[in-house]
């Protein structure tokens, strides 16, 4: 059974930190990616990764202050968000892909988790 479970999403004040991790489990997974979404609005591109790491693409908004990672012997990806802001408040989601490079459209993703809410505080 695929499964992708987000973990460590929370209430943070502006400027703040937080780690996201997605726990991938149930078949080999390639490119991996964080897409984001508030109400009303398309789930949109936050940052994606390769299976080796060596392609990472992120939104233009998120350059700078999140990184992705993925540790593929314990089948995690991370989400280091830094410098947060107001305005990324939102539901962040896990997705997995069984193309080799990561993509910025969620069509491309064909595994999804639950989602992990983030709110960051002004």
């Known amino acids: 059974q695929v499964q992708l479970v987000e973990s460590g999403g929370g209430l943070v004040q502006a400027g703040g930190s937080l780690r996201l991790s997605c726990a991938a489990s149930g078949r080999t997974f390639y490119a991996m990616g964080w897409f984001r979404q508030t109400a009303g609005k398309e789930r949109e591109f936050v940052a994606g990764?390769?299976?080796?790491?060596?392609?990472?693409y992120y939104a233009d908004s998120e350059k700078g202050r999140f990184t992705i990672s993925r540790n593929n012997a314990m089948n995690t990806v991370y989400l280091q968000m830094n410098s947060l802001k107001p305005e990324d408040t939102a539901v962040y989601y896990c997705?997995?892909?069984?193309?080799?490079?990561?993509?910025?459209?969620?069509?491309?993703?064909?595994?999804w988790g639950q989602g992990t809410q983030v709110t960051v505080s002004s």
């Open positions: 997705a997995a892909s069984a193309f080799a490079v990561p993509t910025t459209s969620p069509l491309n993703y064909n595994w």
């Open positions: 990764i390769s299976l080796s790491g060596s392609n990472i």
